[in-house]
């Protein structure tokens, strides 16, 4: 996946997509189940990535329910060079009551500044968590997969105690 460009030259961002879905689909089962990828809305203006059933069987998918009524986790996957806010805004629009207030965005690269302090702006005034994986995470939860060391869901749970030590208290 390093190898393939950012952006949607030659189709690179769909690809992008659907190495991602397959992949996400595999590390995260048992855990995330129910993975449903290009979901539309019924009126079918809105397209989110992927989106997977929370069944609440870790602790962490648990607190995540608790504190953002998160019934599913939505995933948008940007195979972009940097994240910007509409990245952002794109993904708070599809956080909603019958989802939850949790959601995460997938990426090529660490997104600049400003658009962390618009996910801790987001946190501190709507009490949305919307955390952000990038290729380096895709990576760890790739080895921890064939590895067998540990549960590749808890690079997400390691992104969101990193995310949450950085909110106000």
């Known amino acids: 996946m390093q190898k ?13 997509e659907n190495v991602i879905v397959q992949l996400f689909a595999s590390v995260f089962y048992p855990h995330l189940d129910f993975a449903d990828s290009q979901a539309r809305t019924d009126s079918g203006v809105l397209i989110r990535d992927l989106i997977f059933y929370n069944n609440k069987n870790l602790p ?3 607190d995540i329910y608790n504190k953002y009524d998160c019934r599913q986790i939505v995933m948008e996957l940007k195979n972009v ?4 806010r509409e990245h952002v805004n794109q993904l708070n629009r599809y956080l909603s009551e ?16 400003n658009v962390q302090k618009n996910l801790i702006d987001l946190w501190s005034g709507q009490r949305k968590c919307i955390l952000v994986l ?8 790739v080895n921890l997969f064939e590895s067998k060391q540990r549960l590749p869901i808890e690079v997400i749970n390691r992104a969101f105690v990193e995310f949450m030590r950085k909110c106000p208290s």
């Open 134 to 141: 990038t290729d380096a995470d895709v990576d760890l939860m």
């Open 60 to 62: 962490f998918l648990e």
């Open 98 to 113: 019958s989802f939850g207030r949790f959601g995460i965005l997938v990426t090529r690269n660490e997104p600049p500044k």
């Open 4 to 16: 393939l460009p950012t952006g949607t030259v030659d189709a690179a961002d769909k690809r992008y």
């Open 81 to 84: 060079k940097s994240l910007d």
